[in-house]
């Protein structure tokens, strides 16, 4: 660090923070709240917990649309999803085995998506939207494999520590 930028370093507590860390200072008393972490969580399993009780109240239409995509044994891959999104959200929003929700949401997600939305199928216009649904769909893949990784870190620092001290190695 340059003489002149250490002099615009900015002293809170035992710690130094550099001009750009200032706002950091401010937003993570409130960001890194358990309501904050529980809001965002809901926001992952808002659509879960909508389709599985949609589906639930409306067995019928989740038969249906079992069939749509040509599945075998549809009404039993209808219950098996309503169970995934509603049983995979309830365990990510109450922290009992979140790692385990989160990674299995992620796998039903991302068989569902090259299911239900392939868009390589599809000509223009319609594509548009099926294409993107499916990176869509990848993206909450992703949120749901960041919330199974922070939390296995949470619950078992010790193999987490051990791995995450080899990756700091290879950077």
């Not at 860390?21 to 008393?29: G, K, T």
């Not at 939207?129 to 296995?152: I, K, P, Q």
């Amino acid at each position: 660090m340059t003489a002149p930028l250490a002099s615009l370093c900015y002293r809170f507590g035992r710690f130094e923070l550099q001009p750009d860390e200032v706002p950091a200072r401010f937003i993570c008393p409130v960001a890194t709240k358990r309501t904050i972490r529980f809001i965002a969580l809901l926001g992952l399993c808002a659509a879960y917990l909508q389709g599985g009780l949609d589906k639930l109240l409306n067995f019928g239409t989740a038969v249906a649309e079992a069939q749509h995509f040509d599945l075998p044994f549809a009404p039993v891959i209808a219950a098996a999803t309503i169970v995934t999104e509603l049983t995979g959200s309830a365990l990510i929003l109450s922290g009992v085995y979140r790692w385990y929700g989160a990674l299995w949401l992620a796998g039903f997600t991302l068989i569902a998506t090259f299911v239900a939305n392939r868009f390589w199928e599809i000509p223009q216009p319609d594509r548009f939207m099926v294409e993107n649904s499916f990176f869509e769909h990848l993206g909450l893949v992703g949120g749901l494999l960041l919330v199974a990784w922070h939390d296995l870190r949470e619950r078992y620092p010790q193999v987490a520590g051990e791995q995450h001290a080899r990756s700091r190695a290879r950077v």
